[in-house]
């Protein structure tokens, strides 16, 4: 896990409102990405950023947004759009996007709609 | 598009007996294959990965993995079980998408040892 920090560790949510979850490394890795994890499913993908001010949609990302505005940091916002929010979300940063490189993960978040 | 599949969901071993978690891939071009681990409300931990070179690949606590271009299969592998190696594994693969690469992940299996 090392070097990837997520907070909070458990957050609650009321239907219809926006909340952000927090991911910074401190491992000058240049790519970032997110992933929701839900029973039986695996991870799927949500966004990715190759580098700082550039990101790109994974399979999942209707109801999310993100930003890079630097290099260590890359929040998550779950919209209100976002009609199943509650899992738990792992974040993840690679020192590059090479293929032969492996992601290292944060401790995750698990937001909970309330 | 690269992906990676998991056949079991759930694999049961003794401990000290040797156990195999299984993972086929289907990619075009080369494969880039990982194996992470996951305990109970944690992140993922990276165990191994296949980029090149040995068909067999020694990773973390004693884990290693069995490339098969013929099978295109990818088992994770340990000749002795222990219980604190109870947890949930995730095979994944590199994928190219629009602009970068992103690890594409397998359902994951989860592994019980028995004491």
């Known amino acids: 896990d090392g070097g990837i920090t997520q907070s909070p560790k458990y957050l609650f949510r009321k239907e219809g409102q926006n909340v952000t979850l927090s991911c910074e490394q401190n491992?000058?890795?240049?790519?970032m990405y997110w992933y929701r994890q839900d029973p039986g499913q695996g991870l799927r993908l949500i966004y990715y950023?190759?580098?700082?001010?550039?990101?790109q949609k994974g399979d999942i990302a209707e109801g999310y947004s993100v930003s890079r505005e630097k290099k260590e940091s890359f929040p998550l916002t779950v919209t209100s759009a976002q009609k199943n929010p509650t899992a738990f979300y792992l974040c993840?940063?690679?020192?590059?996007?090479?293929?032969?490189?492996?992601?290292?993960f944060g401790q995750g978040t698990r937001l909970t709609v309330v | 598009a690269q992906s990676v599949a998991q056949p079991e969901d759930q694999v049961n071993v003794a401990e000290g007996n040797p156990l195999t978690v299984k993972c086929t891939y289907s990619?075009?071009?080369?494969?880039?294959l990982f194996w992470y681990v996951q305990y109970p409300n944690r992140g993922l931990q990276f165990l191994l990965k296949?980029?090149?070179?040995?068909?067999l690949v020694k990773g973390s606590y004693g884990f290693e993995a069995e490339f098969n271009k013929s099978q295109t299969s990818f088992h994770l592998k340990k000749p002795s079980a222990l219980v604190s190696d109870s947890a949930l594994y995730f095979c994944?693969?590199?994928?190219?998408?629009?602009?970068?690469?992103?690890?594409?992940f397998g359902k994951g299996t989860t592994l019980s040892v028995s004491s």
């Open positions: 993840a940063s690679s020192i590059n996007s090479l293929m032969n490189t492996e992601a290292f």
């Open positions: 491992l000058n890795h240049d790519a």
């Open positions: 950023s190759q580098i700082v001010n550039d990101f």
């Open positions: 990619v075009s071009g080369n494969p880039y």
């Open positions: 296949y980029i090149t070179g040995d068909n």
């Open positions: 994944a693969v590199r994928d190219i998408g629009q602009a970068g690469t992103a690890l594409i």
